[in-house]
Nanobody
């Protein structure tokens, strides 16, 4: 069984920083793309940042220059470094992994979510 476990959320003042981590564990053959999504109250879930197995990245415009996604393939872990945080970054952040269990399949897996609150 595959699990994605997130950590690193919390309360931070505007302009502050947080680092989110997400570790994938279980019966995993390979991991393709990994990413971070967020969902604010009353809003749809949106892709914040994604990274391929080769290290190519993409970001939603609102976080470019402030957030950095990275991954450690040996640890099946993806990170999101968030700097210059703004109140509008407040949301539940979810980790996502597009991975294969057998080598012949491909599925999306999600973490349980971690709350990020930016407030003074």
């Amino acid at each position: 069984q595959v699990q994605l476990v997130e950590s690193g959320g919390g309360l931070v003042q505007p302009g502050g920083s947080l680092r989110l981590s997400c570790a994938a564990s279980g019966s995993i053959f390979s991991i393709n793309a990994m990413g971070w999504y967020r969902q604010a109250p009353g809003k749809q879930r949106e892709l914040v940042a994604a990274i391929t197995s080769g290290g190519s990245t993409n970001y939603v415009d609102s976080v470019k220059g402030r957030f950095t996604i990275s991954r450690d393939n040996a640890k099946n872990t993806v990170y999101l470094q968030m700097n210059s945080l703004k109140p509008e970054d407040t949301a539940v952040y979810y980790c996502n992994a597009d991975l294969s269990v057998t080598g012949w399949d491909e599925s999306d897996f999600w973490g349980q979510g971690t709350q990020v609150t930016v407030s003074s």
